[in-house]
């Protein structure tokens, strides 16, 4: 018998095994309740508890749906429940522990949105949560079906299945392993609280949708053993501000990055020969791309570009390296098409320009004697600490950093701290608009030799970024930055190190002796091979 009731003021329900028929006098025979209907209890919102009795076997689709208060569903020893039918539980369950005779779970049966505990009971012949995971995996295939905001996805999970962290807005970040070979189907939309994921070089696929509506991801990193990337599969990740397409990547999908409003830059293979535009466009709403770089032959690309794309009245700048040919095949492309491609050049996922000997503003001084750069962004978006060269090598030439370009670091929200070497002479308009968790610069320019046009929107708000210099009094000129002046740099450099070791875990000052704990007094160390700033 299926079992189906539907009401609000249920609060705690244990759903009776057997269930009889009575009218009036009349006493039927008693049935046993063997299933629970489609939306049998959905939008129940006053069910807060479940007990569901051994005799049930199968939960239909969307059974307990949209139970804003169902946190606790608890199945009765012995049960006999073989299938559990799509969204069957979205609903704000905080755990649950899927019994051992379950082996039908239909996709997307449960809701992530506050889960934190998954676990299989030990003897069931098709899933597990192997290793104390808190996940839920079909065990033949290796496909974890779903996730919670804290899985630790394990080495030999081959498969992120369709909607397995759908609205898993708990999840900050995963570590996705090295033997996954495939992301599916809306694998991540909806995970507002991920800011940042790293894509192992195993993975082959990035499914439909699959990190759609990721608001806070900031930087994702494409590896080059990806060859297919899926329709809508970073639609309205607002947070990212450039992403490069690797050249095992033979296409763009249609809305990929379908309304990445922060989205900057993009780097686009010579592999790349179609992008697809077949009802929005690939870059529909991209309204604050800056640059595209695209190394794609003109005669071999396919495009048919969108008005709606990029930014309005042409902005984009579209580098290519020869733009009269593009102009001429894609008169349409709301671009720029700007033949200089061959100028710029990516280093340690840095973007620099190779700055020419006609170029005379401040920003294009030449270092004496040697080839010059301007950073002009990020080939990914960086978080954590950045640390600008002073010398960059590119096929072999070396090449000082003089200028840091306009809106270099737009909205890279996740950086911590930057630093600028001596070689920097100039810091254009914008260089750190948007960098709200910037909370510590430390710069080794010359204030008298620096061009510095200081944005009041750069930075943390009420001066709460600190600039850290040799001389506070050297640098009154740059008074309207938005930063406070700190007078504790020292030299930026290393001489030497008393231990063979330098990754002891010991730490050391910048002139190389060891001391005997952490220290206590502000300023900048060594600890395992990398400076460290100790407020």
Known sequence: MSYLRSTEDIGALEIPAVV????????????????????????????????????????????????????????????????????????????????????????????????????????????????????????????????????????????????????????????????????????????????????????????????????????????????????FAFETCVALTSIVIPNSVTYISDATFFGCSGLTSITIPSSVTSIISSSRGAFYGCSGLTDVYCYTAPEEMRWRPFSSEFMPDKATKFHVADASVWEEKFPDANVTFVGDLDNFFVEDNLRYRVLHQTETRASMRRAEGQSSVELVGSATSPTGAVDIPSIVKHDGVDYAVTSIGENAFTNCSGITSVTIPSSVTNIENGAFDGCTGLTDVYCNADPAQLTWSTDAQSFMADKATKFHVEDVSAWSAFSGANVTFVDDKTPNTINSITSTDASDGAWYTLNGQKLERKPTAPGIYVKDGKKVYVK
Do not use: M, W
């Open 20 to 231: 009889s028929f009575a009218v009036g006098d009349y006493v039927g025979p008693n049935f046993t309740v063997t299933s629970i209907g489609q939306r049998a209890f959905s939008r129940c919102t006053g069910l807060t508890s479940v007990t569901i009795p051994a005799s049930v076997t199968s939960i239909g689709y969307e059974a307990f749906s949209e139970c804003s208060n169902l946190t606790s569903v608890t199945f009765a020893e012995g049960s006999q429940l073989a299938s559990i039918g799509s969204k069957a539980f979205h609903c704000p369950l905080a755990s649950i522990t899927i019994p051992a005779s379950v082996v039908n779970i239909e996709t997307g049966a449960f809701s992530c949105s506050a889960l934190t505990s998954i676990c299989v009971e030990a003897g069931n012949p098709r899933y597990d949560s192997r290793d104390n995971c808190n996940a839920l995996i079909e065990t033949e295939t290796n496909t974890l079906i779903t996730g919670c905001q804290n899985t630790i996805i394990p080495g030999g999970v081959e498969f992120i299945g369709n909607s397995a962290f759908e609205g898993c807005s708990g999840l900050t970040s995963i570590e996705i392993p090295t033997s996954v070979t495939s992301i599916g189907k809306a694998a991540f939309i909806g995970c507002s609280g991920l800011t940042n994921i790293e894509i192992p070089s195993g993975v082959k696929s990035i499914g439909y949708a699959a990190f759609s509506r990721c608001s806070s991801l900031t930087s994702i990193k494409i590896p080059h053993s990806v060859t297919t990337i899926d329709e």
